[in-house]
């Protein structure tokens, strides 16, 4: 069985920093893309980040492009998430989900609807 297991959200102040985690069981880690995702009240759930654990490849929302860097430690199974210059608008529910590499493509990696997979989120609060 497929499981996602996010953790490392909490409150912060603008300016602040959070690394999340998202710890990967029931697949083979290295024949899947992570996606970081996260919704806000009231807006539709949009993509942040994704990396591909078979070859590293990354992409990021502009939105967040030069303060949150995505990683993975295949070892661990795990997909990290480190959040740099947090902003009021970063606030949100931040899900993690995981497709298999053969049915995910960079360009698109983005797009929620290509996951399959999915934890049930940690909340981020960036207090100005």
């Known amino acids: 069985e497929v499981q996602l297991v996010e953790s490392g959200g909490g409150l912060v102040q603008a300016g602040g920093s959070l690394r999340l985690s998202c710890a990967a069981s029931g697949f083979t880690f290295s024949d899947y893309a992570i996606g970081w995702f996260r919704q806000a009240p009231g807006k539709e759930r949009e993509g942040v980040s994704c990396?591909?654990?078979?070859?590293?490849?990354?992409t990021y929302a502009d939105s967040v492009k030069g303060r949150f860097t995505i990683s993975s430690d295949n070892a661990k199974n795990t997909v990290y998430l480190q959040m740099n210059s947090l902003r009021p608008e970063d606030t949100a529910l931040y899900y993690c989900?995981?497709?298999?590499?053969?049915?995910?493509?960079?360009?698109?990696?983005?797009?929620?609807?290509?996951?399959?997979?999915w934890g049930q989120g940690t909340q981020v609060t960036v207090s100005s």
């Open positions: 989900a995981a497709e298999r590499l053969s049915a995910w493509h960079l360009d698109y990696g983005l797009h929620p609807k290509w996951y399959d997979y």
């Open positions: 990396i591909s654990s078979s070859d590293g490849s990354t």
